[in-house]
Structures are given as C-alpha cells and as structure tokens.
C-alpha cells in the first residue's frame, strides 16, 4: 500500500497548529489571570498602604516641626525616624538620652527636603507599577490618590564674579551633615550619692566639719546653724549632678571625693566668685546676725537685672540658687533703682 506523505504531513502540521492555538490561549489566560491577581493586590492593597504610610510620615514630620523646628524634623525624616510609631518611639529615647544641639542645627544646609524626597519616593512607585497600570486601564499612581508636590529645587553652587577682571567663578555647596550624632551631645548621668558617703567627704570642705559629725553606727548628723543647711543642700546638689562624670563602670560606683571637689568648684564660681565680679567693695562680714548677709558692697549692681534672672535660671536647682540669694552682700541696689539686690533675690528664690 502506498502511502501519501504530503496528506500525513499536512495532518501533522493541523494537529500541531491546533495544539500551538490552545496554548496560546491557555498562556493569554494565565496571563490575564495574573495580571488581574497583581491588579487587585496593587490597587487594594500596595498603593493605598504606601499613600497611608506617606500620610503617617508627613504627620509625624509636621509634628517635629511644631516640637523642635523644621531643620530637625527633616534630619530626622532623612534618617528614617518618621515613617512610623516604632521609630518615632526610638527618636524620643534618643532625645530624653541626649541633648539638642539647637545652635548647630539652627544653621544647617540639607540637600533635600521633605517634599524632594517625597516626590522621588513617587517617581519610584511610578516606573515600578505605571507598566501594569496601564495593562489595566489605570492612566498612573497620580489616578490613586499617589500625587508629586512641589518642591524646594535648592542650587548645588554659589557663583562669584570678580569686577575687576571680569571672571565667573562657582563653588561647589557643601551641605550639613545629616549623622543624627553630630547634633546631639550626650546627657551626663545623675546619680544620687547616699547621704553617708557624701557627708564623709563634705565634711572636708566649706567648714562643714563644725556642722556635720556621725553616730556609733556611721549615720551621718547634722549641727546647722544660719544658713549653713542651704549651702550643704546646694552643695550636695551640685555633686549628684556631676556624680556621672565620676561613675567608675568597672566598680561600678561614683569616686565621691573627685565628685565633691569638682562640684565645690562650680558652686564657688557661680555663687562666691560671680557675686565679687558684679558688686564694688566686696568685703566679708565676720560676725554675721543668723540668716543674715554674709558679706557687704555698695553702690549699684554692675549687670542687668536681666542678665542676674539668667544667671540665677542657669543653675541646676533651687537650693543653689536660694544659697546664691543668701551669699549676696547687702547694700548693693539694682541698675537705675533703690531696690536692694539682696532682698530681691531672697524673695524671687523662696
């Protein structure tokens, strides 16, 4: 029997583009499945969570804004504190451990802001979704809700020209540094000493050794007499504010001694030494009545009175700045006034 080979090929070639046909439609459906799939997760899901989590980060931004300043908040938007709870919760740590350097960051020149980087974000969604946007009949991100705004185009160059011989010339910007670390300044440690040590190692200095005695037990007594509480409180004060600066972390414990010396230093610059630089004819009163001035000047305070309030604001507690007011001299009045500086510190320091 002979067989016709041109038929058995052509019946090949109908079974295989059959084959090829239901394939294709096969794959057109798949596709279109798919694409119908990532459509709904883009549509319902990705875009709206992005423009949701764009919304939390210019909140969390404007209320940076409104607690610290602008420079701030966009420093802290470039490291990433705003996009969420987590990490503004981790920018509030960072804060109560450190302080602002509001000088430093005052003056600061970043290359971007909040709305630049807001929009390259948006071009990127752009180039990532707008291919399967369009397969679905979506125009791009901006028919969501997902928009560009304006933007601060800041120059990348200042540009000179010399007069006299008429040349052009441009230097390059150089813009501040966004390390969070460069604007912050870590908070030293206050740690209370216990009454005990620190009466052993006060009682070397400021005559307290007339005041201050101990028990059988080691508890430490007191003896006070005119104002000699108040420069022990304030005294004592100083030195928990310091003790950080102290803290051994091997033996974990404050050096005591080093911790009072330093803070005998700094109450006797702010409170002994200050008053002698703003007075005339300081002069020491040997014999003073209890409660009453230690010392006696004349004439009229040499600062303002504004700038004796911010001296007084500058210390750390109340007892240092009642022992300032109890450690001025009599017969010193304010600039332009009758009023004596003395009792008007004793009354603002009650």
Do not use: C, W
């Not at 404050?254 to 911790?259: F, S």
Request: charge should be negative; aromatic fraction near 8%.
């Amino acid at each position: 029997m002979a067989i016709d080979f041109g038929r058995a090929a052509q019946g090949i070639a109908t079974g295989y583009l059959q084959a090829k046909i239901r394939n294709t439609e096969a794959n057109d459906a798949l596709k279109a499945n798919t694409l119908m799939r990532v459509g709904e997760t883009l549509i319902g899901e990705t875009i709206p969570n992005a423009i949701d989590a764009e919304k939390v980060r210019r909140t969390n931004y404007d209320n940076l804004v409104s607690s610290y300043g602008t420079n701030f908040a966009e420093l802290a938007d470039i490291r990433q504190f705003t996009v969420n709870d987590a990490s503004m919760a981790k920018l509030d740590e960072l804060l109560e451990e450190n302080n602002l350097n509001k000088e430093k960051l005052k003056d600061a020149n970043f290359e971007t802001d909040f709305n630049n980087r807001y929009n390259t974000r948006v071009k990127s969604a752009q180039e990532k979704y707008d291919p399967i946007l369009k397969q679905l009949g979506v125009d791009n991100i901006g028919a969501l809700g997902y928009n560009t705004v304006e933007a601060l185009v800041k120059p990348t160059e200042t540009t000179t020209k010399d007069t006299m011989t008429d040349t052009v010339t441009q230097t390059p910007i150089e813009f501040s540094s966004t390390k969070l670390a460069d604007y912050f300044t870590p908070q030293t440690k206050v740690l209370q000493i216990p009454e005990n040590e620190f009466g052993r190692v006060a009682s070397s200095f400021r005559n307290f050794e007339n005041v201050i005695s101990f028990d059988p037990q080691g508890n430490v007594r007191f003896n006070f007499s005119g104002t000699k509480d108040v420069e022990y409180n304030a005294l004592r004060n100083v030195t928990n504010q310091v003790s950080g600066n102290f803290y051994n972390e091997d033996q974990k414990k404050v050096n005591v001694g080093m911790a009072v010396e330093e803070a005998n230093k700094i109450l006797t610059e702010q409170t002994e030494n200050h008053i002698r630089n703003v007075v005339d004819n300081y002069q020491v009163v040997k014999t003073p009545k209890p409660g009453g001035a230690t010392s006696q000047a004349s004439g009229q305070l040499k600062i303002t009175e504004e700038d004796l309030l911010m001296h007084i604001a500058k210390m750390g507690t109340k007892s240092e700045q009642r022992y300032y007011a109890l450690s001025f001299p009599a017969g010193v009045t304010l600039q332009g006034t009758n009023q004596e500086v003395r009792q008007y510190l004793l009354d603002i320091t009650r």
